[in-house]
């Protein structure tokens, strides 16, 4: 398991933090107390790995699954309903509920979930399948850049073997095999 080097010292990036009710005014006021991490911040494990700090606006299912990121870090699974040009992506390292905070991994050697036959060093898009990749996206589909598995999926959904390199949605500039 990797651990933070940088400006973080002994981040577990598989934590999950819960959201505290602080109110004591009559005004609903919600922090992120368990980690004192600001929404946004980016951390340097000792594999040399990147993974930035967000609040999960929806359930992530698991370990591996693919997520959006808005400008506000709040991430929510990817699907081909909510890709946009340009986000960027980042891979979850727990399963988490709505209000959650934790890590999503954004560059470095990962275990992404994918549909099954999902062949290697090809373009990858989200499917309607929340939170997993496939392969086969068309010319000019949205795929999701500086993502690449380096192993294939065998015959079933699940984790395959990649490497990230801070992603983001891309148009597809050729026909995938």
């Keep these: 398991m990797a651990f933070a080097t940088s400006n973080i010292a002994g981040v577990n990036f598989s934590q999950i933090d819960l959201v505290e009710n602080t109110s004591s005014s009559g005004y609903d006021q919600f922090v992120n107390s368990n980690s004192g991490f600001a929404l946004g911040t980016i951390a340097l494990s000792s594999s040399g790995s990147v993974y930035v700090y967000v609040q999960f606006g929806g359930t992530v299912t698991g370990a591996g699954y693919v997520c959006n990121i808005s400008p506000a870090f709040a991430a929510v699974m ?14 979850a390292q727990a399963a988490a509920s709505a209000t959650n905070y934790g890590w999503l991994q954004v560059y470095g050697p990962a275990s992404v979930w994918v549909l099954a036959n999902a062949a290697a060093n090809v373009p990858l898009a989200t499917s309607a399948t929340s939170g997993g990749l496939d392969d086969g996206a068309a010319v000019g589909a949205l795929v999701v850049g500086g993502a690449v598995l380096t192993t294939a999926r065998g015959g079933t959904d699940g984790l395959a073997a990649a490497w990230l390199n801070w992603p983001t949605y891309i148009t597809n500039p050729n026909v995938t095999p």
């Excluded at 990817?78 to 992506?89: I, Y």
């Design 78 to 91: 990817c699907t081909t309903a909510n890709d946009a040009f340009g986000a960027p992506v980042g891979v």
